[in-house]
């Protein structure tokens, strides 16, 4: 899998000089410094993208100590200097070199996640290398083996070999003469089964302790037998390693599916290990054959795919573990998480974060909010410093659930309390537990930083980690056991002998072996981190602050405003935002040396009105960034109390607010005059109350306070549309803030006695005052009433005024009151006149969505309940002719009992009728299966339109289809019946009426066949297409027809009394044909049985008569479209079956409704610009659509030389179809009412109807303002007023 990875050049594992390997990734420094080390107090490494498997050996290796300080063993006399490596005559062993120096970062440089970049490197990886993941087992010999090849020729040669090395032997015993063969092998893992055990002991019981036996048809051949014979075989250890390195095989494959998986079972294995049952010598004292777990790798994902981390067991002691449930992060108590000052000091992001969090309080914070509260008080950004190696704020607080509690869905987080685990004092030191630190004296701050956050662990505990990439986590011994099964389970074990014994001097001294080299060097690295984290730290806190001068101000209009010049008055410069208000003062006394009295610095906002102050730094102690000083803060320097002589009120409350103010400029107050309205603008304080703003508007409107009428506005969702809501009397005592006003916004200034104003504002949109819009009501009362019937009359309204209440005020100006004081309704009148639905009285103006200006009808009826639905409904299938009806319903009555309503009202007996929908062009639409179902089940809503259409609807998976006798095509001997009919018709073209269509003479010309209604039949979805025929066959008119069987009858599927396709397959079912609603049936005896495959097609060709425009009779031919659908293969069947040459025939198709002849050629479409393929067209798809049924035209060349298909059919056919053509394009205007000629010409719209009488509907011809036309057709109903 590595390949050459680990391959150094020259011999011996030497490297004379440096190579470029190619696909070397470019590596980007670090802007960031690296933050601290965890809490844990051990350092992680960065993973390179999918190095997290090499992560985890190299742990493992640097926590097993015996290793460690080996290769600690190996000075630069034997190994080289790595600054001589790019020399040609030095020799250097890079990669135990680099695997030191890595080693050392770990335990000393204070940084959380140390790098590889170097030690791959040396490896000579490449970016796919270093992104790409593979076997930590396989890693792990091939870094074993690179490592020894590296180091021959040095004292540490026999290193893998003298900790890792171990023997197995393998016997076989003669059952015979008691031979023993044995072949002996070594190991530096033993890799054992993980299929079909329950855990590591079983595993290994099978390997070395049960024997195989060679019997029956298993012998063995015995060597001094000289035979097959039967024998026993054992494997046995031989010899026991320092350590014991185990890997599962948790991968397999599956055969018979043949693909990899992962074996996910539980797997168990012991924390200590007895080898004595597995070895060959077991008279060795206990402490050889005893082991303990000391690192476990886990792998979690799939068997193509996924993570690895790693348990190790800390054993010299040298991190910081406590428990996750106590606490899980430790603050010393001369650290009060409450002063935010000690918050750069404190390093852990972790208690960062929890210590902002305590002093917001248990209510929390947006989890979006805390990002712009670290960068204020930490003065750091969560995204340039820790989300390299911490990830996202979100994923940080999730993975810390003992610290952090998210709530509301996740958009809160808050700190947990005391008694949730995690409390803002120092928790009790005997329950936080400290290994003894012994970093480097380069160290010694972060090392005494370290220790004054985290008691010491007593020196007899050992405790777990959980190193994952740059995250190290304690953990519990327990813990392990949750790797036993899994996708996230163990997959290489590490034991070591239980006699090793650490000296006491190690435990707790990360420098223990050190090299001194190595110390130095990484006492330089600290000195450089911590040297980059100041600089860093003093860039990130350097901010600029911008300085207005009171001196050089002016207070006027509510906002101060420079006096002279901005630049004269505003000064700029750059602190330390750490520093205090104090050090602020002394820079800006040093500045401003002609200052005298006292200095007082407030905050400032640059507002729409001008500058407005708001809090004053009062304690010169207090650092800048605890209030909240950002980089551009703008601070106002003044006496505190005057400028130029002016008070000035600082604060929220005070803050100014811009108003454009709306004010009307009118000769008189007329309900229909136009008026026009000018904008000044006015600047309130946000506490400043309504009443208070009326009386400055008083003063500048000249209206009295007694008429003046403050207005809001309000955007409504159609365009261009505005609305002014006056505001009530209550409003009067609140202030600007509780209104809802902000910095430009709009109010209109009005006089109470304007009815109707049409404003235009600043930028031109029309405009209306809401309590002051009106509708009109039409009187429809009918012809009781003749005296007033028509009548309109204008109601006043605001758009929270009830229907109820215009209703009333109709019937009262109508003078109505005595005689229609109930049982009527209102109903608004659309663009085309229409009446719609009564609308209920309850409602408002608002809630129905009327506009000024609309208009109602005061109609006789009730409004329809909220219960109830208001349905028009016509008889017949052709809507637009038939006289549309009205009627309220229940919504809960069902289909049925609104039928029987409808049919009692239209004047209509019989049971054979069903409802339909209407679809969007206004004709008969979908039927109303379910009779049973209420109108509500079926989704009829208020206004909906029905049909009802005569026929029985069939039960529930039933169809009724109506049956046509389908008669055979004329015969030869009819021939010349036809030529003679066709010059008749010619002579009579003159003479052609509309009622005559193009399309019924094509049918009667060329299909050449007739439709003959013979009934309709009942029939089950689930009867087979034979049961079809059986039936059809009932029928009383078709009771002489005499068929041998059913293969003698043909069943069309008929549209537009058209046969279209043949329906196929005796025994398929009627509902896998998707027969619809509306379908209709052909049937045609034959003279043969006729057994059609699916893939078979029925043409009717017809041969061109040789110097004539006519055809002989069609004949009727099946063609199998299996291999191919092409032009190509059908011409070939047709000159096959009339035995001519392909080059001396034409062919086809004919479309008798366009009396079109479209002929067939053989062409091909490229499909792929890319690879260049080509296919040829289908006759199934555009532009032919092949079918059953269609006519085919054959011209024989070799007799008859005009390739023109047409006939004298043809050409009158077409004809028809021009003069049908002209006499649709017929338009006439209707005549228009005055007030409609009004609206229509100022809406630019004219209304015009179409004169086929066939298809009655209404032309609208809209002209917009380019002048250009753009017509529509909308459905006309037969009632509709125009």
Not at 21 to 29: A, E, I, L, Q, W
Not at 55 to 71: D, G, I, M
Not at 163 to 174: A, S
Not at 1063 to 1090: D, H, V, Y
């Amino acid at each position: 899998m590595f390949g050459d990875m680990f391959e150094e050049e020259d011999d011996a594992g030497f490297v004379s000089e440096s190579k470029t390997v190619n696909g070397r990734k470019s590596r980007k420094k670090d802007t960031d410094p690296p933050p601290h080390r965890a809490a844990s107090n051990l350092s992680g490494i960065k993973n390179q993208g999918g190095t997290c498997y090499l992560n985890s050996l190299l742990q493992t290796l640097l926590y097993t100590p015996e290793f460690r300080e080996s290769l600690f063993a190996l000075g630069p006399e034997e190994l080289g200097y790595l600054s001589d490596k790019d020399k040609p005559e030095s020799k250097v062993r890079v990669i135990p070199l680099e695997l030191q120096r890595l080693f050392a970062q770990l335990l000393l440089a204070d940084q959380l996640a140390a790098s590889t970049s170097d030690l791959t490197d040396s490896f000579g990886w490449t970016s796919n290398e270093e992104t790409s993941q593979h076997d930590v087992q396989e890693l792990n010999r091939i870094l074993f083996s690179a490592l020894e090849s590296s180091l021959v020729g040095t004292s540490g040669h026999d290193l893998i070999n003298r900790l890792y090395h171990g023997i197995v032997v393998n016997k076989i015993v003669c059952k015979e003469c008691g031979n023993i063969s044995e072949r002996q092998e070594d190991f530096l893992d033993l890799t054992v089964a993980v299929k079909g055990v329950s855990g590591l002991e079983e595993a290994l019981c099978t390997f070395y302790v049960e024997e195989e036996h060679f019997d029956n048809d298993n012998l063995y051949q015995c060597g001094r037998c000289e035979k097959l014979v039967k024998a026993t075989k054992e494997a046995k250890l031989r010899h026991l390693p320092t350590f014991l390195t185990i890997s599962l095989l948790r991968f397999n494959f599956d055969f018979a599916k043949c693909e990899r998986y992962k074996e996910t079972g539980s797997y168990s294995f012991p924390v200590r290990l007895d080898m004595r049952p597995f070895c060959e010598q077991n008279d060795l004292p206990d402490s050889e054959y005893e082991y303990e777990l000391f690192s476990v790798i886990i792998h979690k994902g799939g068997c193509y795919g996924g993570h690895y981390h790693a348990y190790i067991k800390d054993i010299d002691q040298l991190g910081t573990w406590f428990s996750q449930e106590e606490e899980t992060v430790v603050i010393s108590s001369t650290k009060d998480p409450t002063n935010v000052d000690n918050l750069l000091e404190l390093g852990d992001p972790l208690e960062i974060l929890r210590t902002i969090l305590v002093q917001v309080g248990p209510s929390g914070i947006l989890v979006d909010q805390l990002g712009q509260k670290l960068l204020e008080k930490a003065g750091v950004s969560w995204n340039k410093r820790y989300r390299k190696q911490r990830g996202s704020l979100r994923k940080f607080l999730e993975s810390h659930p003992d610290v952090f509690v998210l709530k509301a869905d996740g958009t809160r987080v808050a700190a947990k309390q005391a008694d949730q685990g995690c409390s803002g004092q120092q928790p009790n030191k005997s329950k936080a537990k400290k290994a003894q630190t012994g970093n480097c004296k380069a160290s010694t701050a972060h090392g005494n930083k370290t220790e004054e956050r985290h008691p010491r662990t007593p020196v007899s505990e050992v405790h777990w980690f959980d190193f994952d990439d740059s995250q190290v986590r304690p953990i519990h011994e327990k813990d392990i056991e949750k790797q036993f099964q899994g996708k996230e389970c163990a997959y290489m074990l590490f034991y070591r002998k239980s006699q090793l014994q650490r000296p006491a001097e190690a435990r707790g001294n990360a420098k223990y072996k050190v090299p001194p080299d190595l110390m130095e060097e990484m006492a330089n690295l600290d000195a450089s981190l911590q040297k980059q984290r100041a600089e860093f730290d003093s860039a990130a806190n350097i901010i600029e602050v911008h300085l207005h001068l009171g001196p050089e101000y002016k207070f006027e209009n509510g906002a101060l405003h420079p006096a002279s010049s901005q630049k004269d008055s505003v000064l700029t410069i750059t602190i330390d935002r750490r520093k205090t208000v104090g050090d602020l003062r002394q820079a800006i006394f040093q500045l401003l040396e002609f200052w005298k009295g006292d200095m007082v610095i407030t905050v400032a906002k640059q507002l729409p009105a001008g500058l407005h102050l708001y809090e004053t730094f009062d304690e010169d102690h207090t650092s800048l960034h605890s209030l909240d000083i950002t980089d551009g803060a703008i601070l106002f320097v003044w006496n505190g109390y005057q400028v130029c002589g002016r008070e000035v009120q600082t604060g929220e409350d005070f803050e100014p607010v811009l108003l454009k103010v709306l004010c009307p400029v009118t000769n008189g107050k007329l309900e229909t005059e136009m008026v026009q309205f000018t904008e000044t603008q006015r600047v309130f304080a946000r506490n400043t109350l309504l009443a208070s703003v009326r009386e400055a508007l008083t003063l500048s409107t000249g209206i009295s306070p007694e008429e003046l009428m403050v207005y809001y506005k309000n955007n409504l969702e159609n365009k261009g549309s505005t609305n002014w809501v006056a505001y009530d009397a209550e409003d009067a005592n609140k202030s600007l803030a509780d209104l809802g006003l902000k910095d430009g916004d709009s109010v209109l200034a009005s006089d109470q006695m304007c009815y109707s104003l049409s404003v235009l504002s600043s930028n031109g949109i029309p405009v209306t005052i809401a309590d002051r819009s009106w509708l009109q009501v039409r009187n429809y009362c009918g012809e009781r009433l003749a005296e007033t019937a028509g009548v309109t009359v204008t109601i006043p309204v605001t758009m929270e005024t009830l229907i109820l209440e215009i209703k009333a005020s109709a019937i009262e100006k109508l003078k109505l009151k005595d005689e229609q004081e109930d049982g009527t309704c209102l109903r608004p009148i659309d663009r085309t006149s229409k009446l719609l639905p009564p609308v209920c009285e309850d409602l408002t103006v608002k809630d129905i969505g009327l506009k000024t200006g609309s208009t109602l009808a005061l109609f006789p009826g009730h409004a329809p309940t909220d219960t109830q639905l208001f349905l028009y409904f016509s008889v017949g299938d052709s809507p637009h002719l038939s006289p549309e009806m009205e009627i309220t319903v229940e919504q809960s009555i069902s289909v049925q009992e609104c039928m029987k309503l409808m049919l009692e009202k239209a004047g209509l007996t019989g049971g054979h009728w069903h409802l339909r929908k209407t679809d969007w062009c206004y004709e008969a639409g979908e039927i109303l299966k379910d009779e049973e179902a209420t109108l509500a089940d079926m989704k009829i809503t208020n206004g909906e339109t029905l049909v009802i259409m005569e026929g029985r609807l069939p039960p529930k998976g039933f169809l009724i289809l109506p049956v046509w006798l389908y008669r055979p095509p004329l015969n030869s001997e009819n021939r010349g019946r036809i030529q003679e009919e066709q010059e008749s018709i010619a002579e009579r073209l003159c003479a052609l009426s509309i009622e005559s269509t193009a399309r019924d003479f094509a049918l009667r010309q060329y299909v050449g066949t007739e439709l003959e209604y013979m009934g309709n039949i009942e029939i089950s979805g689930e009867a087979s297409l034979d049961d079809l025929k059986t039936q059809v066959l009932t029928l009383p008119v078709l009771q002489d027809l005499s068929v041998p069987s059913m293969e003698f009858l043909r069943v069309w599927l008929v549209e537009n009394k058209c046969p279209v396709k043949i329906l196929r397959n005796q025994q398929q079912q009627l509902s896998k044909f998707k027969l619809g609603a509306s379908a209709e049936i052909g049937i045609q005896p034959l003279q043969a049985e006729e057994h059609l495959a699916s893939t078979e097609l029925l043409l009717r060709l017809q041969m061109a008569v040789p110097g004539e425009r006519s055809y002989y009779p069609a004949e009727e031919f099946v063609w199998d479209t299996s291999k191919e659908y092409t032009a190509r293969a059908l011409k070939q069947k047709i000159v096959q079956h009339y035995s001519l040459l392909p080059e001396q025939v034409e062919i086809a198709k004919y479309f008798a409704d366009q009396f079109e002849w479209m002929p067939m050629t053989s062409w091909t479409q490229q499909v792929s610009k890319k690879k260049k393929k080509k296919k040829l067209q289908s006759l199934q798809g555009a532009p032919y659509y092949l079918k059953d049924g269609d006519i085919i035209g054959v011209k024989n060349l070799l007799i008859d030389q005009n390739k023109d298909f047409s006939t004298m059919a043809d050409e009158i056919g077409k004809e028809k179809l021009r003069l049908e053509g002209n006499n649709k394009d017929k338009r006439k205007l209707l005549p228009i009412r005055e007030e409609m000629l009004q609206k229509t010409v100022k809406e630019k719209w004219f209304v015009l109807v179409a004169a086929d009488p066939k298809w009655p509907c209404r032309s609208v011809l809209q002209i917009s303002d380019n002048n250009c036309g753009i017509w529509k057709r909308v459905p006309e109903r037969a009632n509709e007023p125009l």
